[in-house]
């Protein structure tokens, strides 16, 4: 399936709702554009994030932000009194190269940590 006939088969569920139930909430509609099980956006396996994807993040560009966040890490552990027990919980994973660029910075600029 590509591009164009996901978007005609999404537009025809959003067309059903509506013939069958009359308008739908902009809450509904995005749900729908995004998450159908079939047909969304990040549902369907046609997200592409990076460079040459729809949209990139500051992870998917290099590991400089996940540097910078493994140097203030250290700091507060380090204000804290380097405690044997530090969490540290990453929300929104995806491919874990966040976790990755941190956990990367940390060994080679603060061993101890």
């Known amino acids: 399936?590509?591009?164009?006939?996901?978007?005609l088969a999404l537009i025809r569920v959003?067309?059903?709702e509506i013939e069958k139930h009359g308008p739908v909430s902009f809450a509904w509609f995005?749900?729908?554009?995004?998450?159908h099980p079939e047909h969304g956006y990040y549902s369907s396996g046609r997200?592409?994030?990076?460079?040459?994807?729809?949209?990139?993040?500051?992870?998917?560009?290099?590991?400089l932000f996940g540097q910078l966040?493994?140097?203030?890490?250290?700091?507060i552990w380090g204000r804290l009194g380097n405690p044997d027990k530090f969490v540290v919980v990453e929300q929104g994973a995806h491919h874990g190269e966040f976790a990755r660029d941190v956990l990367e910075s940390a060994r080679k600029?603060?061993?101890n940590f």
């Open 47 to 63: 997200c592409a994030i990076g460079r040459h994807g729809d949209y990139f993040t500051n992870v998917s560009v290099g590991p």
């Open 1 to 7: 399936m590509n591009t164009q006939d996901g978007n």
């Open 14 to 16: 959003i067309r059903a």
């Open 109 to 111: 600029q603060w061993p």
């Open 69 to 75: 966040l493994a140097a203030q890490l250290a700091e």
């Open 30 to 35: 995005m749900q729908q554009a995004l998450y």
